[in-house]
């Protein structure tokens, strides 16, 4: 059984940063794609940012240059650094696993995040 545990959650003031991690019991990490998501209260769940085995990224235009994706293979660990943070950032945030051949997919519980001042 895969199991995603996310931290780093947090209250952080506008313009700050925070950064999330994601601890994977998986087997190969390598083999899964990583994607980040967030939920706001009322809103749907939306895609932050995405990132392959082999390190290539993509991000939602609304973090582009704020956020960054990484991930540490070996110790099956990703990771969302997020800078220059807004009161709109604020949300639960996901991390989500998905195994690049089968597409099993895989979540954690999600850590929240809150941009106030």
């Known amino acids: 059984q895969v199991q995603l545990v996310e931290s780093g959650g947090g209250l952080v003031q506008p313009g700050g940063s925070l950064r999330l991690s994601c601890a994977a019991s998986?087997?190969?990490?390598?083999?899964?794609?990583v994607r980040w998501y967030r939920q706001a209260p009322g809103n749907q769940r939306e895609l932050v940012a995405a990132?392959?085995?082999?390190?290539?990224?993509n991000y939602v235009d609304s973090v582009k240059g704020r956020f960054t994706i990484s991930r540490d293979n070996a110790k099956k660990m990703a990771y969302l650094q997020m800078n220059t943070l807004k009161p709109e950032d604020t949300a639960v945030y996901y991390c989500n696993a998905e195994h690049f051949r089968s597409k099993a997919g895989y979540w954690g519980q999600g850590t929240q995040v809150t941009v106030s001042s």
């Open positions: 998986v087997n190969i990490f390598g083999l899964y794609v």
């Open positions: 990132i392959t085995g082999a390190g290539t990224t």
